[in-house]
């Protein structure tokens, strides 16, 4: 069954320190792969995607996040946290034969960052 | 583009009421989404449509709900008759895949509809 999975409910962070929210998926083929972050009271925002290309991909507010294929993940970094990246995120997956941008997602991570 | 418009923003209702929430995608955008979230089960994606069409429907929780797109600007999301378990956040999300576009594939979420039934 294809599924994603973020294993941590919470990460907690120091502001200024790196932050990694782990996201690993399970879907055959070669997926097109996505963060959204949710503010409290808001909807979900895209934040970046893997397509195709470098592994290393770069998204909004200095997030980056890591395409690994042999272990079938997808984590999310920061260098340097900020207060207010707290905020839930979702790691989702489009199967690569879903012409429909259908998507499958994780069940959220919430990130608190602390002064 | 103002993004996906969602209403109403908020809705309180008793249980048995019939419940409409509306949605209006980004213009261009072919496909349109309606999630439900709680606390306990997450995201729940219950049914998306192409071209106005529905595609799957399998995460309508049962008949009580409903879901209509008549124009490619407007889709509707019906429970009825509601019950306090339908409490929830409703979210429409619209994406297009198409090759032309700026940014296919990215799902643009509207700001939800905050459901109470009592």
């Known amino acids: 069954a294809q599924s994603v999975a973020q294993p941590e409910d919470q990460v907690n962070v120091a502001e200024g320190n790196p932050l990694t929210v782990k996201c690993t998926y399970s879907v055959s083929g070669n997926p097109y792969l996505f963060w959204y972050v949710q503010y409290p009271n808001r909807g979900l925002q895209f934040l970046l995607k893997y397509i195709t290309g470098d592994n290393l991909v770069k998204g909004s507010y200095g997030f980056e996040a890591e395409f690994n294929k042999s272990q079938t993940s997808f984590h999310l970094k920061k260098p340097s946290a900020l207060v207010s990246d707290s905020a839930l995120y979702f790691c989702?997956?489009?199967?690569?034969?879903?012409?429909?941008?259908?998507?499958?997602f994780g069940q959220g991570t919430e990130l608190s960052v602390k002064p | 583009d103002a993004g996906v418009i969602q209403s109403p923003r908020h809705e309180v209702t008793e249980m048995g009421q019939e419940v409409t929430l509306r949605c209006k995608p980004i213009s261009g955008h072919d496909y349109l989404f309606w999630y439900r979230q709680t606390m306990m089960r997450g995201l729940e994606l219950l049914i998306y449509f192409n071209n106005n069409v529905p595609i799957d429907d399998s995460g309508m929780p049962e008949d009580r709900f409903s879901a209509k797109m008549p124009n490619a600007s407007f889709s509707t999301l019906k429970i009825q008759p509601s019950e306090p378990r339908d409490s929830a956040v409703y979210f429409c999300a619209s994406t297009t895949s198409g090759r032309a576009a700026v940014r296919p594939n990215e799902q643009f979420f509207g700001p939800g509809t905050r459901l109470t039934v009592l």
């Open positions: 989702a997956v489009r199967p690569p034969y879903n012409q429909g941008g259908k998507l499958i």
